[in-house]
């Protein structure tokens, strides 16, 4: 290998292989480095893309930002299939097989002691999202009548803001409500920062965004309990995703080393 190192897991010897041929980040051969007992699973890139300067130029660019991505994320789900990988962050690079190796020195102790609290368990991510956020919104958008007061648009436009207050109210406490169901049932969970409709392009205000570690053998029975509370707050789309690598729960990972 001549270009730098990207790294995107590190795990326990696989007692399985990886499917064949798989490839990552631009197109490259996924390798396992070995050290210490732990594999740290790797491929080449080139300096010209991923040193640090011309890396913080692509980290503006959203299509390259994307691709990489998903080429980041096929590979964890690979490892994900056959054995509970510990995912480091998007572009985590160093110089060399010996910038690896010194990184999982470094940190071998988190290391093991998160893949064995991780050992056999996958996260799933619930999101809800309020779709109704302005009732009576052509009301609003509706021509006063000539004779109609000024204190009577003022009541119209403060009943309708108690509307969506008590809308938002009713949504806030269904998620709340689900967040604890769902936190009782896993063994750990993360609430993340509501998403932003602009920028994730979702349809609906992000009411929830959460994050549960739940056993592998017991992923049905989690599923199951989302599903039976998705009729129950009309308004309202729950979406369940996963299962995933644990990112929510792998704590904080080195970044980069180039």
Known sequence: MTGLRYVYAVCRPLGAPLQAQLTGVVGAPVK????????????????????????????????????????????????????????LRMATVFRDDSGVRTMIESCEEHFRATLERLQGRVEWGVKIYLEAEQPQEATVAEPEPRAASGRDYLRRRRQQTMAREDVWEKAEAFATRLHEKLSAFAEDSRLHAPQNAALSGTAGRNVLNAAYLVPRAHSEEFVEVVDRTKDDAPGLRVELTGPWAAYSFAGELPQEGA
Not at 38 to 58: K, M, Q, Y
């Open 32 to 87: 396992q480095l070995p050290h210490h007992g732990l594999i740290a699973v790797v491929s080449e890139v080139p300096e010209r893309d991923f040193a640090e300067e011309p890396l913080r130029a692509h980290l503006e660019d959203l299509d390259w930002l994307s691709a990489t991505a998903r080429a980041h994320q096929g590979v964890v789900d690979a490892l994900t299939v056959v054995t509970t990988p510990l995912p």
